[in-house]
């Protein structure tokens, strides 16, 4: 019979391997996660659908910007832009001067030319109601009204202006005002011209309304002469042309 103690019997342990002397488990090994798939041909073929798309997109918007700005600059070339015609008094004469100073009255033919340049060379321009008048200083001595003229491309006219005053009252002021400009060394008198007008503007585009027209010139010296107030005709004095400021109007109007 056999002992035991002599043969004895191994112990059975369940559990982890011990490894280490801690005794944590064992580290799994890593492994890399698996290759994306390359895409399947419909994937590939609706990429390059969408770039193709995308790049139309973007050519098409940057030729309708260009059409835009071609458009914008071919439109504003072809529109003419009106511009105020300029007016200039080419010759003046006065005749049959007689001023009473006891009686304040004024008699007087003013005889003018003034010379109207276009500017616009695609344009042509109508005046109707035109008046003019001359003045010393704010006091109108004669006021006329003259006839409606035209005015092609570009062109130069010269209207003619004939204004007289027959036995006119004035007031004291443009009495002793004149005498004393007639009483210098060459009898110069200042007067003051003005030409009311509605005018408008036609081409092949473009048709406006009527705008007022107002011409000032100022200062037109009329020389007598002798430096007495006996001179009867003066002739205009200074360098001619003598410009006038034209001032278009930006109300407009409709003629009746």
Same mark, same amino acid.
């Given at each position: 019979? *056999? ?96 001023? *009473? ?95 009311? *007008? ?59």
């Amino acid at each position: 019979m *056999s002992s035991s103690a002599g043969n004895p019997k191994a112990a059975v342990v369940t559990g982890y391997p011990v490894s280490g002397s801690n005794g944590a488990p064992p580290r799994r090994p890593f492994y890399p996660p698996p290759a994306d798939a390359p895409p399947t041909r419909y994937e590939t073929f609706f990429e390059r659908h969408r770039r193709s798309c995308i790049m139309a997109l973007e050519v098409f918007i940057c030729l309708v910007l260009f059409a835009v700005v071609i458009f914008v600059v071919v439109i504003s070339n072809l529109i003419p832009d009106p511009r105020t015609p300029e007016f200039a008094v080419s010759s003046a004469c006065v005749t049959g001067f007689n001023l *009473s100073a006891q009686q304040q009255q004024l008699s007087a033919s003013f005889d003018l030319n003034l010379t109207v340049h276009s500017l616009n060379r695609d344009m042509r321009i109508y005046y109707e109601h035109v008046t003019a008048s001359v003045l010393y200083a704010s006091d109108i001595l004669s006021e006329n009204t003259l006839a409606p003229f035209y005015q092609g491309k570009g062109e130069t006219s010269v209207l003619r202006v004939r204004l007289v005053a027959l036995g006119e009252y004035v007031n004291s002021n443009v009495v002793r005002g004149i005498e004393s400009d007639r009483g210098r060394g060459d009898g110069a008198v200042g007067f003051n011209v003005r030409v009311l *007008s509605l005018y408008r503007f036609r081409s092949w585009l473009l048709n406006t309304s009527w705008y007022t027209l107002s011409v000032y010139c100022d200062d037109v010296l009329i020389g007598f002469g002798n430096g007495t107030n006996a001179a009867t005709t003066g002739y205009l004095l200074g360098s001619a042309p003598k410009k006038c400021l034209a001032i278009s109007d930006s109300r407009r109007d409709t003629p009746n």
